[in-house]
């Protein structure tokens, strides 16, 4: 497992949060995936997204394609406890190495 600690800016957030109600938990899902892709874009500005049927986010950079399943809390630890995987084929796809990323503090 590797922690990364990555900040958004303030308005950022309060841009996702208006943009998504957070009135439920696909909400959570939806910053969660949005926040990935600030990150991946801070590592890559050329970075391209996709999200295919059965994956949450597709990232193509620095020449490589990787599927990610995405998963958003609004705890402040990881809250392992409350993590749900939302279907058999995304279940295989992690136990077959797809990575799973963690957004907390939601």
């Known amino acids: ?55 949450d986010l597709q990232v193509h950079s620095c020449g490589q394609t990787t599927d990610y399943e995405i998963k958003g809390t609004e705890d402040k630890n990881l809250a392992w406890s409350k993590l749900k995987v939302s279907s058999q084929n995304c279940y295989d796809r992690l136990i077959k190495g797809m990575p799973l990323i963690r957004v907390t503090n939601i």
């Open 1 to 55: 497992m590797k922690i990364i600690d990555f900040k958004i800016p303030e308005e950022r957030f309060n841009e996702f949060q208006l943009k998504h109600r957070r009135g439920k938990n696909s909400d959570i899902g939806k910053i969660a995936v949005e926040i990935s892709m600030d990150y991946f874009k801070s590592i890559d500005p050329f970075a391209i997204f996709n999200s295919p049927i059965g994956v």
